[in-house]
């Protein structure tokens, strides 16, 4: 018996939107939450620019390609919020409560089931948000005359690409944190560790390479958790920071690491599930 | 039920009244000491985002060095480093987790009724809560906050401050508690008109985040063609951590560092006045039912 994916990701999708819009005041105003707070991080970096013209010397971020690079943060943070994060904290709940049971009964599989039934579409007018800041910061980068930058349908359709290589890694190292809580009985930690841990991929990383400490983390976020390459490569690709686009060993890099991860990430998630131990009764 | 409280409150000596909040203070306490290992931990991992400011800083410094400056806004990159660091110092006297929605919660499930017939007053019991809560914080705090403090050392390149200043520091600090503590308040006792508030704390969240310069010193602020500076200098989130951390940096300095003082004294009273009024306001208002 085989079920069709597509068709119970497609009722989650629509139980979820029906259940976002009959709280719709609760949903109008998460949208604004989240847009709130990227717009005061675009804030932030604005008022930088006024006093620096990039960031780091001759690392090619100056504002225009900056902002591209937080565009590109703002997708994958949106479709990370979106899909992931409130099924991983559901997750980590469904263990506490004992729950899971009754996933583990489903003749579907299990990674798929708790990953998938709750999409927050509260989140989408951040990525659309990231969305526009891309395409105006491009324009603004191809009409200065100053630049040679070129952009052609191979360059976007990579950039769409390496997103999703980002939302990979990111989902995957999401799972493997919630995960956890099988071992730990409960992770209310979860969101405040996402958020510490994501803290570092909202960088360029040539800002971590030089001295010591600095060279350990962008080791670390790139070959032990390999969020600096998400955020990097395809923001590199439009920003093209010092003609350098998508050339680079980082992007043979990047499709490695999203497979390595999403590998990781189901050999952790089922070794987690065969030391549940159920809760209560 | 509302004239019940200043009646029971007028029959207690003074020596009941502490002794009621002596009792309070000890059970905080010690629901408190119950989270010590996880404090710990959270107090550390609090200061990973300064890591990364540590380094794009140092990325931002080095361009700005290129054309031959040292400063940006009378900011040398240690003093950047540090501001940042005694904003966390600021923002561990005046964030007050939870304080508004557990007012807003209170009151709108009734259980606010136990303050108008026990002779106990709210603000008061939750002010002696609070100070309890963020004794056992500094307490176990203090060694996570040494150790980064110690690592980040020669950020500080003043040294530490004159005794003169060190003393307004922490009177900048105990006011940015008693701030924090009746600004929220206030917005939690809006509950007793608007049952659900978790928008406007929302709205405070993001001005307080905005204005009170936890991202970035207000001096970094455009003052022309608006004088975007003056007006957030003007308002009172910027005691919640900037106003501290300028003094200990030697960025407000002399009179205008006494004269800060004295406004934010200001607003504390401004705060405590505009909440006591709510609180009777509020109670005439509500009516319980039940049990």
Redesign the interface.
């Given at each position: 018996m085989n079920p069709s994916y597509l068709k119970v990701f497609l009722t989650f999708a629509r139980n979820s939107l029906v259940r976002d819009m009959s709280f719709r005041f609760n949903f109008i105003?998460t949208c604004f939450?989240s847009v709130?707070?990227a717009l005061?991080n675009f804030?932030?970096f604005k008022?930088?620019y006024?006093?620096?013209?990039?960031?780091?010397?001759d690392?090619g971020w100056h504002e225009n390609e900056f902002f591209i690079f937080l565009g590109t943060i703002w997708i994958i943070n949106s479709l990370i919020q979106t899909f992931f994060m409130a099924n991983a904290e559901g997750f980590s709940e469904m263990i506490r409560t004992g729950s899971l049971d009754f996933a583990l009964l489903k003749p579907i599989d299990t990674q798929f089931l708790i990953s998938f039934p709750r999409i927050n579409w509260a989140q989408i007018p951040n990525g659309l948000l990231g969305l526009s800041l891309v395409i105006y910061s491009l324009r603004a980068l191809m009409n200065d005359s100053e630049k040679v930058i070129s952009i052609g349908p191979v360059e976007w359709i990579l950039y769409v690409f390496y997103i999703g290589c980002g939302v990979v890694v990111m989902y995957s190292v999401m799972i493997i944190l919630a995960s956890t809580s099988i071992w730990l009985g409960r992770n209310q930690?979860l969101h405040?560790?996402w958020f510490?841990i994501t803290?570092?991929y909202?960088?360029p990383m040539?800002?971590?390479q030089?001295s010591g400490i600095?060279m350990a983390?962008w080791g670390t976020f790139t070959f032990v958790i390999p969020i600096l390459v998400v955020s990097n490569v395809p923001a590199r690709i439009l920003a093209q920071p010092l003609e350098r686009g998508w050339y680079d060993w980082q992007s043979l890099y990047a499709i490695f690491a999203a497979a390595a991860s999403l590998v990781v990430s189901r050999w952790v998630f089922k070794f987690a599930l065969s030391s549940y131990r159920s809760a209560s009764s | 039920m509302s004239q019940a409280i200043p009646v029971a409150e007028q029959s207690l000596s003074l020596m009941q009244r502490a002794r009621i909040w002596w009792t309070f203070f000890q059970v905080a306490i010690n629901e408190r000491l119950v989270y010590r290992g996880d404090f710990m931990i959270?107090t550390l991992?609090r200061f990973?985002?300064t890591?990364?400011q540590i380094?794009?800083w140092?990325?931002?410094y080095?361009?700005?060095a290129?054309s031959g400056s040292d400063s940006?806004?009378s900011y040398r990159y240690g003093d950047m480093v540090a501001y940042y660091l005694m904003v966390t110092i600021a923002r561990a006297f005046s964030s007050m987790p939870g304080l508004t929605s557990g007012i807003a919660n209170q009151v709108r499930n009734g259980e606010v009724k136990k303050f108008l017939i026990q002779p106990i007053d709210m603000q008061g019991c939750l002010l002696v809560q609070r100070i309890a809560h963020k004794l056992v914080y500094y307490l176990i705090a203090t060694l996570p906050f040494a150790l980064v403090f110690f690592l980040c050392r020669d950020f500080f390149i003043d040294g530490w401050p004159s005794t003169e200043v060190t003393i307004v520091f922490f009177a900048s600090l105990i006011l940015t508690f008693l701030l924090g503590f009746f600004m929220e308040s206030a917005i939690g006792l809006i509950s007793f008109w608007f049952l659900e508030v978790?928008?406007l704390t929302?709205i405070y969240m993001?001005m307080n985040?905005?204005l009170s310069g936890h991202?970035?010193p207000l001096e970094?602020?455009?003052e022309s063609p608006i004088n975007v500076r003056g007006f957030v200098e003007f308002l009172p989130f910027k005691y919640l951590a900037y106003f501290p951390a300028a003094v200990f940096l030697g960025k407000v300095e002399g009179p205008e560092m006494y004269r800060g003082l004295a406004i934010e004294a200001s607003w504390v009273l401004f705060f405590i006045i505009i909440s006591r009024i709510m609180w009777i306001r509020g109670v005439k208002r509500y009516s319980g039912y039940g049990g």
């Open positions: 105003l939450a709130s707070w005061m804030l932030l008022i930088i006024q006093h620096t013209d990039s960031i780091g010397v690392t930690n405040t560790f510490y803290n570092f909202r960088y040539e800002i971590y030089k600095g983390l | 959270g991992m990973l985002p890591l990364t380094f794009l140092w990325a931002i080095d361009v700005v290129q940006i806004a978790t928008s929302f993001l985040f905005l991202m970035f970094l602020l455009p």
